[in-house]
């Protein structure tokens, strides 16, 4: 039977950061917490990292490459009624593997030059991309807005899905985040396009919010 490669101490690195910072907050976690979670000594860790903004980085970096996939995935063809599901879906898997990045968004932007830069990017291309396929859905018949009633609804989505998991973080600090309030937060995302969906579409979105609301 073959074995499979150790993972290397870099990767090892990573993988851990990333379970304690999306369980306790970035801003509670510590390398030296990090390296003793590995059973690794805090040099070994300064080897691969010289800081933790470095992990931060290095993980952000992970994060950054597949949301802009995820965001420019819609805008490549016409769009359709299910794209804003889909996309919506998607968009909360990335927010689930790195919640850590949303939970503590403006402590990391606060601090951090590289994440402050680069999420400013990715937040306008979650709008751009929120308003294209309105747009397309507009074209298709599916929804009747003005252009902007779109630019205001595209952003409003995007501030919902941002800051969703602080909102629940501050509705019950007690409760620990899991796959259930990115469910909630997918669906109030996708009610506030519901107002101007028409015909079919605002029948499958009917539909298809019973699932989210049951979840």
Known sequence: MERKPKRRTRERILETALALFN???EPNVTTQLISDEMGISPGNLYYHFHNKDEIIESLFADFERGIEDTL????????NVEDIWL??????EGIWKFRFI???INELVSRNRMVETHFKRIAAHKAQTAAAICKGLVATGDMQATRAEIEALAVNMTVVA???LSFEFVTNPRKKIDGESLTRGAFQVMALSAPYLVGRSRKLFDELSKDYLTA
């Open 23 to 25: 369980e306790f907050g």
């Open 162 to 164: 941002t800051y969703w």
């Open 102 to 104: 949303y939970r503590d």
């Open 72 to 79: 420019s995935a819609p805008v490549r063809r016409a769009p």
């Open 87 to 92: 996309f919506l879906h998607l968009v909360f």
